[in-house]
């Protein structure tokens, strides 16, 4: 005799079978936006990557306390790491990086032959499995030279220019890295960490604060894509209040007029990354 099931519950099981069906399909296709980030943790070698931040650079010509030196000296250097190079080069931009021809490439910490890409990646190879972490920023000078800070009038260029800097994270610059941090299973043998930007200019010209917030989000999106966890040095600063923190924490409101952080910026830019790394 074939068992007969009543129709109300056949169709509350027919019911529960597609809402199952939906909800994995909407779990693989979900899966992809939320690839999580891991934590490998600090290693020999600690490799920062970047412009001027990255550098260090301050307009009293002091750049020796930087983000990257701070977070090694401050945090890494306990942890395990035994090693510091640093290939930030002030100028910096997005396409320099892939490219070569950054302007300052004679001012680095730790010189390198070629574009700064093709040198962290060869630097990674070379210690394979042994560097951990590797942090960048990169975008301030694609982007930042578009606002004019005396007339707080903003480039028609900014947005080729904000595409251009997604172009060359997202389909050179942050696959080059992630992959020559990955081992022959494939397995992520490094932390890499991004940072966003303050916005230097945010007491002089109110209206920048929205092109730095779009500078931030394509990062952020960028980043995401690869698991790449963002520091928020936009939060750090003031998030969209900066106010005096601008004055208190960069060179923009002395004699110098210049945009990099003091000594306070830097630590604190360091200690967001220290943050986040967890280490």
């Known amino acids: 005799m074939a068992l007969r099931i009543p129709r109300h519950l056949a169709i509350i099981g027919v019911s529960l079978v597609v809402v199952t069906l939906l909800l994995t399909t909407l779990h693989v296709f979900a899966a992809p936006a939320r690839a999580a980030a891991f934590v490998v943790g600090p290693k020999h070698y600690y490799l920062g990557l970047g412009d001027s931040l990255a550098f260090g650079y301050q307009p009293d010509f002091d750049w020796t306390h930087g983000y990257v030196q701070d977070l090694y000296n401050n945090n890494l250097s306990h942890h395990g790491s035994g090693s510091l190079t640093n290939y930030g080069c002030n100028g910096e931009t997005s396409t320099t990086m892939i490219n070569g021809g950054c302007p300052y490439w004679y001012a680095l910490h730790n010189y390198y032959f070629g574009p700064q ?161 967890g280490y």
């Open 117 to 277: 890409l093709t040198a962290a990646v060869n630097f990674l190879h070379a210690h394979p499995g042994q560097v951990s972490p590797v942090t960048l920023d990169m975008g301030a000078n694609d982007l930042l030279p578009d606002i004019n800070s005396s007339t707080c009038a903003v480039s028609s260029k900014w947005a080729t220019d904000l595409a251009t800097l997604n172009t060359n994270l997202k389909d050179v610059i942050l696959p080059d890295l992630t992959n020559a941090l990955k081992n022959s299973s494939g397995q992520r043998t490094g932390d890499l960490v991004m940072t966003n930007y303050y916005d230097p200019y945010s007491q002089k010209c109110p209206n920048s604060l929205a092109y730095v917030q779009q500078l931030n989000s394509a990062i952020a999106t960028d980043a995401a894509a690869f698991g790449i966890p963002v520091v928020n040095t936009y939060g750090a600063f003031g998030g969209n209040n900066q106010g005096s923190n601008i004055c208190n924490l960069t060179w923009i409101c002395s004699f110098y007029g210049d945009i990099h952080p003091k000594d306070a910026g830097y630590t604190t830019i360091a200690n967001a990354f220290g943050a986040t790394l």
